[in-house]
Structure formats: structure tokens, C-alpha cells
């Protein structure tokens, strides 16, 4: 078992940065790919970026591309969504997501732990 908490969100001007943390405890010596999505009021949640367990392949939701950046530090069990040039369409909850693969994926049912959430607001 694997358990996920988001921390780093909070309130931001338009253009501005957030960095944001996902911290894992539990079964963390497992070869875990990583993701970020996202879910704003009234709308699906959708992909922001997946990490696989090596940290050498990342993709990114095109919204996103040249803006966010994923990374993750196996050591300390934490990955962390480098969030540059934000945008008020950004605001969202953001969610940190395992799964027990290796391998990235974008679909959000193929990912077996979450975190709670934190949320991030860009205001115009």
C-alpha cells in the first residue's frame, strides 16, 4: 500500500509559479510510474504529466507542454510538479497518483493510489 499527500498549492497571480509535492509513505520501495492530474468545479478530470519510475520519460498534457515540468527524487519518496506561467484556466484541484507500474500512462483509471488534492488558484 502507498499512501500520496499533495502539499505547495495555494493562490497565484497570472505568469506566476507554484511548486507542487507529492509525498509517499508506505510500500514506497515499489518501481512506481507517477502522475499529476488535475480536476476543476463542474469538469472531468483530465492528465497534467506522468513520470515513469526512473524519472527519464515524461509526457505532458498539451495544455501544459513548455510550462510544467514533473520530476521526482526516489531517495526522498516525493514527487514534485514545477508549475511556471500560470494561467487562470490552470485552477484546478491537483492530484498526486501511483501506479504499480514502472511505466508512464495517461489514463487516470489505470493509476492505483491518489492523494487528497491540493488546490491552486491563478487569479487574472
Known amino acids: 500500500q502507498v499512501q500520496l499527500v499533495e502539499s505547495g498549492g495555494g493562490l497565484v497571480q497570472a505568469g506566476g509559479s507554484l511548486r507542487l509535492s507529492c509525498a509517499a509513505s508506505?510500500?514506497?520501495?515499489?518501481?512506481?510510474?507517477m502522475g499529476w492530474f488535475r480536476q476543476a468545479p463542474g469538469k472531468e478530470r483530465e492528465l497534467v504529466a506522468t513520470?515513469?519510475?526512473?524519472?527519464?520519460?515524461?509526457d505532458y498534457a498539451n495544455s501544459v507542454k513548455g510550462r510544467f515540468a514533473i520530476s521526482r527524487d526516489n531517495i526522498k519518496n516525493t514527487v514534485y510538479l514545477q508549475m511556471n506561467s500560470l494561467k487562470p484556466e490552470d485552477t484546478a484541484v491537483y492530484y498526486c497518483?501511483?501506479?504499480?507500474?514502472?511505466?508512464?500512462?495517461?489514463?487516470?483509471?489505470?493509476?492505483?493510489?491518489w492523494g487528497q488534492g491540493t488546490q491552486v488558484t491563478v487569479s487574472s
Open positions: 497518483a501511483a501506479r504499480n507500474s514502472p511505466d508512464t500512462s495517461s489514463y487516470s483509471i489505470r493509476y492505483d493510489y
Open positions: 508506505g510500500r514506497t520501495f515499489g518501481r512506481y510510474a
Open positions: 513520470i515513469n519510475w526512473s524519472g527519464g520519460v515524461t
